[in-house]
């Protein structure tokens, strides 16, 4: 199946400094690579997704790329706020057919004020 | 959107009981659910996925017998905890493809005591 690795697991920013958390992954067949943000005790919330076919993808102060010959991939948040602190995962698809999502370890951001 | 309603939102039940928590899918058929595991402080972990009218697909090291997933309907699926122990507490949640991405219950926060 899908390994993803994820780095850091935890990342202080100051306030409007930008953040950036970084996947691998190992089956050159996935093609869905979504993130997601969830906070304490919720569910996760997705806030950017790229596909197999773009290279970047941007969402107001949030970026996500992709280097599929590397396999891996990338969010960026720029202008960093307070409450953008939460965890982050990133996850990738696996392409056996049974559509799975494999996450990523997680990564705490932390925006000190 | 489409949406996950996930119950109950947290339990608290004595070791050796069983305990089932139900996803269903509010708007959308859901063919395929997905469970996942959140120990405090880690990723979440695929347990299995279940397909409506045919039996679950465990990952390794998840116990079919501990963990029975039954997805009789488009629209419901459930997870029973069976005989539960202090180890088994964990933050359950539970996953659904519709149409674009993923999208996920508001999950389940199970306390054996």
């Known amino acids: 199946g899908e390994n993803v690795e994820q780095h850091p697991s935890t990342l202080s920013v100051q306030e409007g400094d930008s953040a950036v958390i970084k996947c691998t992954y190992s089956d050159s067949a996935s093609n869905y690579f979504p993130w997601y943000k969830q906070e304490l005790g919720k569910r996760p919330q997705l806030i950017i997704d790229?596909?197999?076919?773009?290279g970047e993808k941007k969402d107001q102060r949030i970026a996500v790329t992709l280097n599929k010959t590397a396999k891996h991939f990338s969010l960026h948040i720029t202008e960093t706020q307070p409450e953008d602190s939460a965890v982050y995962f990133c996850a990738a698809d696996d392409q056996t057919g049974a559509n799975n999502l494999f996450f990523g370890t997680g990564t705490r951001l932390t925006v000190i004020p | 959107g489409a949406v996950v309603s996930q119950h109950p939102s947290w339990v608290i039940c004595k070791s050796g009981t069983s305990v089932k928590i139900e996803c269903r899918s509010l708007d959308f058929q859901a063919t395929t659910m997905f469970w996942y595991r959140q120990f405090p402080k880690q990723s979440l972990m695929l347990m299995a996925t279940?397909?409506?009218?045919?039996?679950?697909?465990?990952e390794q090291g998840v116990e079919k017998d501990k963990f029975l997933i039954n997805h009789a309907s488009l629209t419901l699926s459930t997870l029973t905890v069976t005989s539960a122990h202090p180890e088994d507490s964990s933050f359950y949640i539970c996953?659904?493809?519709?149409?674009?991405?993923?999208?996920f219950g508001s999950g389940t926060r199970l306390t054996v005591v």
């Open positions: 279940s397909n409506e009218g045919s039996k679950a697909t465990y």
């Open positions: 996953s659904a493809l519709a149409g674009y991405g993923y999208t």
């Open positions: 790229i596909r197999s076919n773009v």
